[in-house]
C-alpha cells in the first residue's frame, strides 16, 4: 500500500486533504503539482502563461500561413499543418489545468475528470508519434522517389495518412485508461505530479499492479516503439541517399528539409521514453516532472520555432503575412 507523504497546512489547504477515514474507496485526487513550492506560485503561473500563449501564436500562425500562401501547398506542410494542431490540443489538455490549479489553490480532481484527462493525454500523444512517422515517410518518399513522389504522396493519401494518426490510437487507449482506473485506490489520493499521469496514478493503487504495469509497456511498445523504429528506418534510407547526392549544396539542402523534423523528433521520443520506459526503482516525483514538462509542454513550445527558423519556405511565408497585415492596417 502507497502512504501519502505528510503535508504542511500551507502546502495543502484542510479541505484538498480527501483520505477518507471512514471509507478506503478514493473519491477523488488532489494533484500536488508544484505544492512544494509555495513562494514561486506567481512565478510559475506567469511563465506557465507566457508559455501556453507562446504555443498558441506559434502553431496557429503555422496553420495560418500554410494554409493561405500558395507555395506551402505541398504534403510536407499540409502535415506540419496537423502537427501544429495536435500541439495545441496536446497541451490544452494539462496547461489550462495546470494554471487553474496555480491561481485557485484548489488541486483536487475528481476520477472522471482525471481519467478523462489521462484518455485525452495519450490518445493524442499516440497520434504525435504516428505523425512524426508519416512525416518521417513524407521525407522518405521525397528524398528517395522524387519522381514518384507527386504520384505517391496525392491529396487523397496524405488525408488517409492524417486520418489514420488522428484515430488509431483511440480504441487502444480508451482501454488503456479504463484498465487504469480499475484499479483500487485506497487510504492514499495525493498524486506527486501536475496532471493524471499513468506511472503516478499506479504507484496509488493497492495491491499488485506487476501485470497493469507489464501491459503499459506492450501498450508502449505498441504505440511509440514501432512508430519510432519506423522513423529511424526512414532516415537510413534517407541519410543514405542525401549521402550519394553529387553536390555539397544538394546535400545540404536535402538535410535542411529533414533536420526540423528531426530534432521534434529527438526531443519527444527522449523525454517520453525516459519517463515511461524507466525501470520502477528509478522513478522519482521530482524527475518524473522534469521529464513531463520537457514533452508536454517545452516541446509543443520550441516546435514552431524549429520548423520557422530552419526552413527558408515558411520565414518567407511569415513575411509575406506580416507585410500583407501591415499594408492593410495602413491603408
Not at 482525471?114 to 504525435?128: D, N, R, V
Request: charged share 15%; aromatic share 12%.
Amino acid at each position: 500500500m502507497t502512504m501519502c507523504p505528510i503535508k504542511s497546512v500551507s502546502q495543502m489547504n484542510h479541505e484538498e486533504i480527501n483520505t477518507e477515514d471512514n471509507d478506503s474507496t478514493v473519491k477523488q485526487f488532489v494533484l500536488l503539482g508544484f505544492s512544494d513550492l509555495p513562494n514561486l506560485q506567481g512565478f510559475l503561473f506567469v511563465v506557465f502563461s507566457i508559455i501556453y500563449i507562446i504555443i498558441l501564436f506559434g502553431n496557429s500562425l503555422i496553420i495560418i500561413i500554410t494554409r493561405a500562401d500558395p507555395a506551402l501547398q505541398k504534403p510536407m506542410y499540409f502535415f506540419l499543418a496537423n502537427f501544429s494542431s495536435l500541439e495545441i490540443c496536446y497541451v490544452s489538455v494539462t496547461l489550462p489545468r495546470i494554471l487553474f490549479s496555480i491561481w485557485t489553490q484548489n488541486r483536487s480532481i475528481s476520477l472522471l475528470d482525471c481519467a478523462t484527462q489521462l484518455c485525452f493525454f495519450l490518445i493524442l500523444g499516440t497520434t504525435e508519434c504516428l505523425l512524426l512517422a508519416v512525416m518521417a515517410y513524407d521525407r522518405y518518399m521525397a528524398i528517395c522517389n522524387p519522381l514518384l513522389y507527386p504520384l505517391i504522396m496525392n491529396p487523397k493519401k496524405c488525408i488517409r495518412l492524417i486520418a489514420g494518426s488522428w484515430l488509431s490510437g483511440i480504441p487502444v487507449q480508451i482501454g488503456q485508461t479504463c484498465q487504469i482506473f480499475s484499479l483500487h485506490f485506497c487510504n492514499c489520493n495525493q498524486i506527486s505530479h501536475f496532471f493524471c499521469d499513468i506511472p503516478p496514478i499506479i504507484k496509488l493503487a493497492c495491491g499488485d499492479t506487476s501485470k497493469h504495469e507489464l501491459s503499459v509497456y506492450i501498450v508502449v511498445t505498441f504505440v511509440a516503439a514501432v512508430p519510432f523504429m519506423l522513423i529511424l528506418a526512414s532516415y537510413r534510407k534517407i541519410i543514405s541517399t542525401i549521402l550519394r547526392l553529387p553536390t555539397v549544396t544538394g546535400r545540404a539542402k536535402a538535410f535542411s528539409t529533414c533536420s526540423s523534423h528531426l530534432l521534434a523528433v529527438v526531443l519527444f521520443y527522449g523525454s517520453a521514453s525516459l519517463t515511461y520506459l524507466r525501470p520502477k526503482s528509478d522513478h522519482s516525483a521530482a524527475m518524473d516532472r522534469l521529464l513531463s514538462l520537457f514533452y508536454t509542454i517545452v516541446t509543443p513550445m520550441f516546435n514552431p520555432i524549429i520548423y520557422s527558423l530552419r526552413n527558408k519556405e515558411v520565414i518567407a511565408a511569415v513575411r509575406k503575412l506580416l507585410l500583407k497585415t501591415m499594408r492593410h492596417r495602413f491603408t
